[in-house]
């Protein structure tokens, strides 16, 4: 099983619709969660961190679920903009440093 | 701003003659990644520095070193590339504090492509 494991997609959503993913991770002991974006040729950018307790960043909802170990994604009224791959990145185990990506899932948003 | 600097953005390099990456930072940040992204893939560790102490990835092939000189900088050595090697090679960096709950988030450089001719 690995580590982190995400849905590849593509998810093709037209403007304004509300899309989520998810992402499993395998170690019961990870403590940090992040949902980073990557558009294309670019490099990773920090979208949000996840909190224990979930948290919202304006169109952009995090959830955490560490009895099922895995993390979601919610994104409200998409936008053309939204068009990206989207990285869950998870520390792996009671490590402070060590620190994995998920495969992505790509988002493309249509007119 | 602070950031981190990652030089060259491409770099071309013949098929086993050695190339060096180089990976800067103004954050102050304990921890400092190489990673190895290839099309349509996520990027993948190759080994990060906690402070001076090297963790290297079991799957990092004995081709890829690196070299932490000193907080702020971090080199990627590769001794002898080949064809399979040509990718986007991203620095990243965060603040690991005491317990994994602590984490900060990474902040990536730009990335280096690497060509292999």
């Known amino acids: 099983r690995k580590e982190v494991e995400q849905d590849p997609g593509p998810f093709n959503v037209p403007e304004g619709a509300t899309v989520a993913f998810n992402c499993t991770y395998s170690?019961?002991?990870?403590?940090?969660f992040f949902w980073y974006r990557q558009d294309c040729r670019k490099e990773p950018k920090l979208l949000m961190s996840?909190?224990?307790s979930g948290n919202e960043d304006g169109r952009f909802t995090a959830q955490l679920n560490r009895a099922s170990q895995y993390i979601s994604l919610l994104i409200r009224d998409s936008k053309l903009s939204d068009s990206a791959t989207y990285l869950c990145?998870?520390?792996?185990?009671?490590?402070?440093?060590?620190?994995?990506f998920g495969s992505g899932t790509r988002l493309s948003i249509r007119p | 701003d602070a950031m981190v600097i990652q030089n060259p953005r491409y770099q071309v390099t013949q098929f086993g003659k050695p190339v060096t990456l180089s990976c800067s930072q103004t954050?102050?940040?304990?921890?400092m990644y190489w990673y190895q992204q290839k099309s349509s893939q996520a990027p993948k560790l190759l080994f990060h520095?906690?402070?001076?102490?090297?963790?290297n990835e079991a799957d990092t092939p004995d081709n890829f070193q690196s070299r932490r000189p000193n907080t702020s900088f971090c080199f990627l050595d590769i001794r002898s590339p080949g064809l399979g090697d040509a990718a986007m090679y991203l620095c990243?960096?965060?603040?690991?504090?005491?317990?994994?709950?602590?984490?900060?988030?990474?902040?990536f450089g730009d990335g280096t492509r690497l060509s292999i001719l």
């Open positions: 990243a960096t965060s603040r690991a504090g005491q317990g994994a709950s602590s984490n900060q988030p990474q902040h």
């Open positions: 170690n019961s002991a990870s403590q940090s």
């Open positions: 996840v909190y224990s």
């Open positions: 990145v998870v520390n792996i185990g009671s490590s402070a440093s060590k620190i994995i």
């Open positions: 954050l102050n940040h304990n921890v």
């Open positions: 520095y906690y402070d001076k102490d090297f963790n």
